[in-house]
């Protein structure tokens, strides 16, 4: 995958993609990257050099030098205070306990660190009936990792000042006015009690809201989500659809009093569209896509990509999201066929909660814009401020997600974690028993996507496969202690 990333792209000319961070191309040796609000990160300022991070087409015109950007430099591990020895040893362990025992088709590893890809690997199947290989373009279904992109959008807005975090929701949607919360009953036929507090913006953006997800499979509330097919894998109906089922459903709790993995992201994309004057996604590609050149993110995944596609399984036998893996019984089952799949086309409800589907090198072009504290390339999606804002742990009381949580699920689920806007966040790594940093923040996507962002070693990491559900494996666990075990040379 190194070889890839040496190559130089062509962009869409449709698209303001890659900016040389405002300086000439002869002036390029002097740009450095550096993340001077860290006192301990200002030793290690790294050149990023003249080549891009993407893919070129043969249709594609020339780059227009005003518009091409500095991308990631593929170097060595040691160059960035990490080790290659220790870093091959993650490729040996995804092989041989994953991949070779036949849990992951394939997998895909980012590691990034001091402005430099460090390590990029690709492993095993994206479609096993088909024996495609995983490649360095290879499109995955990212699922909930669209949240935390979701979320940035909507920040955009509250930066604006269109919106605010300590606004009632029913300002934006009036017939969420009268919600109750659940006492008893039934679908349809539920007692409710009148909230403790309206429902608030900021409980949609830390999940503290009330709603659910339907395949927590915990309470009456969350089969009258499964009835109404709120929120499922397999999309349904339209985002006005989904607002206005939900308006007849009660809420888990009172808003803030407990954290519940839910639809509320696909909500802010509902108000983002509704704020902005136009549809969520084409605010997202207005605003984000197209200006840092994210051109294999989008909703669906067009006719022209197709063959990219990876192929997503499941790890219960039965197809579920039930599955743990104590509870192995055979192979992995296919659970959605790339080649008919319902992301072949673009879906009636835009799920801004779970929707996306992208590469390796997309997420990462926006991993490296937030690490760069909201820009990257001369294009700002948010302000330092903003960011630190939704990178701060934001549940009531200063407390973590186990402390909180009413879920069954969650893509963390650690002591010592919190939960931002958008983001989980480390508050406490001793808490973790994990390897770690406070301020670290991440989240993953249900067919065992995941990222995470340490600001204070400059490090992002990215990890692709296609197997539901995410709780199957204890591979984040695993990614995170290893990764951290291959820095050799640690800022703090």
Not at 201 to 225: E, K, M, P
Not at 426 to 445: K, R, V
Request: aromatic share 10%; net charge neutral; charged share 20%.
């Amino acid at each position: 995958m190194l070889s890839k990333l040496l190559t130089t792209a062509a962009v869409s000319s449709v698209s303001l993609n890659w900016v040389i961070w405002g300086y000439p191309a002869e002036r390029h040796d002097e740009v450095t990257l550096a993340y001077t609000h860290v006192p301990a990160l200002r030793k290690h300022k790294q050149l990023e050099q003249d080549t891009l991070f993407g893919y070129q087409t043969p249709t594609s015109p020339p780059v227009p030098e005003t518009l091409s950007m500095l991308a990631p430099t593929p170097a060595s591990p040691e160059s960035a205070g990490m080790s290659t020895a220790a870093l091959n040893r993650i490729e040996d362990h995804l092989r041989q306990r994953y991949i070779d025992a036949g849990r992951f088709p394939g997998t895909q590893l980012t590691v990034y660190r001091r402005g430099k890809i460090v390590h990029s690997t690709s492993q095993g199947f994206a479609d096993l009936e088909r024996k495609v290989k995983v490649k360095d373009d290879t499109i995955f279904r990212i699922y909930s990792m669209t949240k935390p992109i979701t979320t940035v959008a909507f920040m955009m807005l509250v930066e604006e000042g269109r919106v605010a975090l300590d606004e009632p929701v029913h300002k934006y949607i009036p017939e969420w006015k009268n919600l109750g919360v659940f006492v008893a009953g039934t679908s349809p036929a539920f007692l409710t009690r009148p909230p403790s507090r309206p429902m608030l913006i900021v409980d949609l953006l830390r999940h503290t809201s009330g709603l659910t997800y339907g395949f927590q499979q915990r309470s009456n509330v969350d089969a009258g989500y499964r009835e109404k097919k709120i929120g499922e894998v397999v999309k349904s109906g339209t985002l006005a659809s989904m607002i206005d089922d939900l308006a007849k459903l009660p809420l888990e709790f009172s808003p803030g009093e407990a954290w519940n993995y839910s639809v509320a992201t696909d909500v802010i994309g509902y108000l983002i569209g509704k704020i902005s004057g136009m549809p969520f996604e084409q605010f997202l590609k207005e605003r984000i896509f197209k200006p840092l050149g994210m051109n294999d993110t989008d909703f669906h995944v067009p006719a022209d990509k197709a063959h990219r596609f990876a192929a997503c399984y499941s790890a219960d036998p039965q197809g579920g999201m039930t599955f743990h893996a104590a509870d192995r019984k055979g192979t992995l089952t296919l659970q959605d066929d790339p080649a008919t799949s319902s992301f072949l086309t673009p879906p009636e409800l835009i799920s801004g909660g779970g929707g996306l589907c992208s590469t390796s090198s997309d997420y990462l072009t926006f991993c490296r814009a937030l690490l760069n504290r909201g820009e990257l390339g001369g294009v700002r999606l948010l302000g330092p401020k903003t960011l630190a804002l939704m990178t701060s742990n934001h549940l009531p009381g200063g407390r973590d997600l186990p402390a909180m949580s009413r879920s069954l699920f969650s893509e963390a689920s650690y002591n010592g974690i919190g939960f931002g806007l958008g983001f989980s966040v480390t508050m406490d790594p001793a808490q973790t028993l994990i390897p770690g940093s406070a301020g670290e923040y991440a989240w993953g996507g249900a067919a065992t996507t995941s990222f995470w962002i340490d600001p204070a070693e400059e490090l992002i990491t990215i990890f692709m496969t296609q197997v539901l559900p995410s709780s199957a494996y204890p591979i984040r666990r695993e990614l995170r202690t290893m990764v951290y075990s291959a820095i050799s040379d640690s800022n703090l």
